[in-house]
């Protein structure tokens, strides 16, 4: 992020510094002399310094344009750099969140797992409990029928006993 910051700071002062300013140009001490043509030969009227002078202004132009050209692909190549770098970081990242998740799902699969193996085995034992319940009902059946005989035998033996 930093970088981004900077990056934009460096395109602030490339834009207004007085270089790339076309009105601040200074010249330097071979862009005074007039470029003249050898065959040229000076008029009167002094037409042929206005000659000179476009092609003066035509090259201040262009080495402004070649300056702001090469200002901007530093720019660019900054911007490009800073971009790389933020792309490298969250891609980085996002692997790192990749296997994250991946270990969570495989944690949970795991646990899943369990829970349906221990889910599995607690149906199995209320069947086989239930399985067991349905011969006790007969069970019980029986134990009722033996109780009742058993108090009628008790009864007849009581009755027998106390015969006066």
């Known amino acids: 992020m930093e970088k981004v910051e900077k990056v934009g700071e460096e395109e602030d002062e490339i834009l207004n510094s007085s270089d790339t300013k076309a009105e601040t140009l200074t010249q330097g001490p071979d862009r005074d002399l007039p470029l003249q043509n050898p ?3 000076p008029r ?3 037409s042929e310094s206005q000659g000179s002078s476009d092609r003066r202004e035509i090259f201040r132009a262009l080495e402004v344009v070649e ?3 090469t200002a901007i692909a530093e720019s660019f190549a900054s911007l490009f ?3 790389r770098l933020a ?3 969250v ?3 996002s692997v790192e969140h990749m296997h994250c998740f991946n270990d969570a ?3 949970l699969q795991e646990t899943a797992l369990d829970a349906a193996t221990k889910g599995n085995r607690y149906i199995n034992s209320c069947l086989r409990l239930n399985q067991e319940m349905k011969s006790m009902e007969s069970l019980a059946i029986q134990l009722k ?3 009742r005989n058993v108090d009628a035998l008790d009864s007849a033996v009581n009755r027998l006993v106390r015969f006066p």
């Open 145 to 147: 029928i033996l109780r």
């Open 87 to 89: 792309l490298s970081e």
């Open 81 to 83: 750099s800073s971009l």
């Open 44 to 46: 009167e009227d002094g």
């Open 39 to 41: 065959k040229s030969k």
């Open 105 to 107: 799902a495989g944690r």
């Open 91 to 93: 891609t980085s990242t």
């Open 67 to 69: 300056r702001d050209s």
